[in-house]
C-alpha cells in the first residue's frame, strides 16, 4: 500500500496552504479524488503532490484556474483526448511566450531607469564628494 501523506504535510510539500488546497479540491482540480483516513482527514499519495507540483507551475506560468481544471478533466477522460491536451498546452505556451516577451520589455526600460540613476548619483559623487547632497 503507497503511503499517504496528511493535508499539511502536502501543504509543507507543495507551499500552498491548507487553504488553497482545499480550493484546489473544490475546485476539481486534483487530478484524483482525495481520499480519506477512517476519522475524515484527508490523505493524500506521492501522485498527487506531483499533480500538484504541476498545477502550480502552471498557475504560476499564468493559466487560468478554469483552464488548468480543463486540462485535469481531460487528464481523468484517459486516452484518447491528446490532441485536446497538447492544444491546451501549446495554446499556454504561447501565452507564456507572449507574456515573457512583455516581462522582458519591461526589464529593459526598469534596467534604463536604473542606469540613469546611477549615472545621476555618480555624478553627484564626482562634484561634491564629501557631500552628495551637494551642500
Given amino acids: 500500500m503507497q503511503e499517504t501523506l496528511s493535508i499539511g504535510q ?3 510539500r507543495t507551499g500552498l496552504s491548507v487553504h488553497a488546497l482545499r480550493f484546489y479540491e ?3 482540480i486534483l487530478a484524483h479524488p482525495v481520499r480519506r483516513a477512517p476519522g475524515g482527514n484527508r490523505r493524500y499519495t506521492e501522485d498527487d503532490v506531483e499533480w500538484l507540483t ?3 507551475v502552471l498557475r504560476a506560468s499564468g493559466m487560468p484556474v478554469p483552464s488548468i481544471r480543463r486540462y ?3 487528464v481523468r477522460e484517459g486516452a484518447g ?3 485536446d491536451r497538447l492544444a491546451l498546452l501549446k495554446q499556454h505556451r504561447a501565452d507564456v ?3 515573457m516577451e512583455r516581462l522582458s520589455e519591461c526589464l529593459d526600460l526598469i534596467n534604463y531607469k536604473v542606469g540613469v540613476y546611477e549615472d545621476i548619483l555618480e555624478d553627484v559623487l564626482t562634484e561634491h564628494p564629501c ?3 551637494g551642500n
Fill in 131 to 133: 557631500d552628495p547632497m
Fill in 54 to 56: 504541476l498545477c502550480i
Fill in 72 to 74: 485535469t478533466e481531460l
Fill in 97 to 99: 511566450q507572449v507574456q
Fill in 10 to 12: 502536502v501543504a509543507e
Fill in 26 to 28: 473544490r475546485e476539481g
Fill in 81 to 83: 483526448n491528446e490532441r
